[in-house]
């Protein structure tokens, strides 16, 4: 059984990229505030890398492994950290395909670069611009999904999402333990809505929700 993970061409790009977000807190970052739109949030922090833990990247790895996805989708590509461990595991599967979404034109160009330079290009479509309006044409069923963009737009982004999620679908969250993240924390641990849903204690936090009815 494959592990890309821990081989080459992706562990060193993985290991590339995890050194360059080390340096985050040293990033440029142009004039934005509380009130700015996605689009001038993406712009201003393009050279922000915000990773996903390499933890919680192993995590997704093992998710899409055992649930054997066609379809994964993940809104918030940034530079392609998150995108490459969703990849290797699709790769891994000989099944399955990743789409992802991202704002800023830079980091569309910087990510399918590193996905290429790790051998995993073919296993993901990244889709640039407003994800609400990209990810609207995603085909279903989609089995695994992976919300890692703008915290406020975790629940826009789902309700977008839900008709087109499979039975046992996974709905994964980074960054939960964020303020901005209640709203959507509400929506999937709210038994009414149709999940069961479970935190996770990695960097910064998940949340891990099973569509388990529709």
Known sequence: ?????????VRPVLDRLFAAA??????????????SGA????????AVYMPISERGGELLYSLI???????????GTSYGI???????????????????????????????????EAGLGEHV????????RTLADVPGPIGLVLLDG?????????RLLEPR??????VVADDSSFPTVAGYLDHVRDPANGYVSVSFPVEDGMEISCRAAL
């Not at 479509?125 to 609400?132: E, F, K, Q, R, V």
């Not at 703008?150 to 789902?158: A, I, M, R």
């Open 150 to 158: 703008w915290k406020d737009l975790y629940l826009p982004v789902l």
């Open 82 to 116: 998150s995108t490459l461990y969703l990849a290797a595991a699709v790769a891994d599967n000989g099944t399955g395909h990743v789409y992802g979404s991202e704002l800023s034109d830079t980091k569309v160009e910087a990510a399918r670069a590193n996905l290429a």
């Open 125 to 132: 479509t990244i889709l640039p611009g407003d994800a609400l």
């Open 39 to 46: 689009q001038e949030r993406a712009d201003a922090l393009e």
């Open 1 to 9: 059984m494959s592990i890309s993970l821990h081989t080459s061409p």
């Open 65 to 75: 492994r055992a649930a054997r996805p066609q379809t994964v989708v993940e809104f």
């Open 22 to 35: 080390d340096r985050d807190d040293d990033a440029p970052v142009g004039p934005y505030s509380a009130h």
């Open 165 to 170: 999620l499979a039975p046992g679908a996974l």
